[in-house]
């Protein structure tokens, strides 16, 4: 690029590949009623209330947004019993992964994790140029004694997805707690905990527990996956006031806007349409259970609102044809496995829609 000299480390970032717009695949094939299961968002969508306090931002948009997310801060810190310093905000939990990067990684150092996993860690640590060290999962879940196998002293950050994307699987307290155990004394765990709400398992772990006790952990969480603002883009982190101290360093003074921090803190308080989404999701993964089993095809048990399956032969070949018949997944060549796709959980009735095509495809 001529004269131009980007930093080493950005040439080397890998362009992340979103899923496709239902408006583009429309175009495109010139059909409509698209079904997309492609990218993790709740099919039922936000909660009434968090439409109506965003309606309500709107008027302000003149100002600008509160840089401490006050409001956001104080309803999020009472619901989950934290103190409002050990909270921390971005514009989408992407962020704050970015600024853990930024605060705690330097050229030469290590961030370990699984892989298949959310790609975004990697983007962090190349960012750095910090070497990224991916251990493979096994049985689709995070192997978290080869992590800890994998710890050297120049380990940063750990990134635990829990659960994880792509493969919707989870590990235990027990599991974390000897992880932790084997934390290398300069390295911080990160528990990315997106999809939480929806986990069905009873000994997940207390992660903000531990976040709080001084551990040296990260939780992170978003309200783009069940409270349905993936739009508006905010996330938060539970952690010590110490590395909240550092990510504020860091961050852009006004990362989450006026409209997501209002929008955000009524969603909290609307536990009815939370528990309506999680139990439309609990019974939607019963449905492609079902159907995956009936098409005897292996797949991973999910905690998450997507299911991880092996379509037993080339994904995107499959997600090509599903595409014809108006259903987006996200086939896994871009998570690791050709012929592994993700599904993203949605009402009855699109599930059914998926299902009907994909039993046309592989027949
Ligand atoms: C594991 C995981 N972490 C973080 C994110 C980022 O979510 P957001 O930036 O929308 O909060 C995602 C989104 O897909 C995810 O799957």
Same mark, same amino acid.
């Given at each position: ?15 992340? @590949?979103?899923g496709?717009?239902? /408006? ?15 990218s ?29 997310? &006050? ?8 619901h989950?019993?934290?103190? #409002? ?21 330097q050229?030469?150092? /290590? ?7 959310f ?13 990224? @060290? ?83 952990? @990260? ?16 996330g938060?982190?539970? =952690? !010590?006031?110490e ?16 409209? =997501?921090?209002? =929008? ?11 528990? #309506? !989404?999680?139990s ?13 089993? #009936?098409?005897?095809?292996? &797949?991973?048990r999910?905690? =998450? ?11 995107? @070949?499959?997600?090509e ?9 996200? !086939?896994?060549?871009?998570?690791g ?27």
């Amino acid at each position: 690029m001529g004269a131009l000299a980007a930093n080493e480390n950005v040439r080397k970032l890998i362009p992340y @590949v979103a899923g496709k717009p239902v /408006e583009e695949v429309e175009r495109e094939l010139g059909i409509t009623n698209i079904v997309k299961l492609a990218s993790n968002e709740s099919p039922l969508g936000p909660s009434p209330r968090a439409l109506e306090a965003a309606r309500r931002a709107l008027e302000n948009v003149r100002m600008y947004p509160e840089g401490s997310c &006050h409001v956001l801060r104080e309803k999020l810190s009472a619901h989950l019993g934290v103190p #409002q310093q050990a909270l921390m905000f971005g514009n989408g939990s992407d962020d704050l992964i970015h600024c853990l990067g930024l605060v705690f990684l330097q050229a030469g150092d /290590e961030v370990v994790t699984g892989s298949p996993t959310f790609v975004r860690y990697e983007a962090a640590a190349t960012l750095a140029g910090a070497r990224y @060290v991916e251990v493979p999962l096994r049985n689709y879940t995070y192997d978290l004694e080869a992590l800890a196998d994998a710890f050297t002293d120049r380990t940063r950050l750990v990134f635990v997805a829990n659960p994880n994307n792509p493969t919707g699987t989870s590990n235990s307290a027990a599991e974390v707690d000897r992880l932790l155990q084997r934390l290398p004394e300069r390295a911080l765990l990160v528990l990315d905990e997106a999809y939480y709400e929806y986990v069905e398992r009873t000994d997940y772990p207390d992660a903000i527990k531990s976040a709080l006790e001084g551990k040296r952990v @990260v939780v992170l969480r978003t309200f783009s996956k069940i409270h349905a603002l993936a739009g508006l883009r905010v996330g938060y982190g539970i =952690a !010590s006031e110490e590395i909240v101290g550092y990510v504020d360093q860091v961050r852009e003074p006004f990362n989450v806007n006026s409209v =997501a921090q209002y =929008a955000a803190a009524a969603s909290v308080d609307d536990v009815d349409h939370l528990q #309506q !989404s999680k139990s439309v999701n609990a019974a939607g993964k019963k449905q492609f259970y079902a159907a995956f089993d #009936q098409l005897r095809l292996t &797949h991973a048990r999910s905690d =998450a609102n997507f299911v991880y399956v092996d379509l037993g032969r080339d994904a995107s @070949v499959v997600a090509e044809a599903l595409l014809r018949k108006g259903v987006i997944i996200r !086939s896994g060549r871009l998570m690791g496995n050709s012929t592994c796709a993700r599904v993203t959980i949605g009402t009855a009735q699109e599930n059914e829609r998926f299902i009907q095509a994909l039993s046309e495809v592989l027949s």
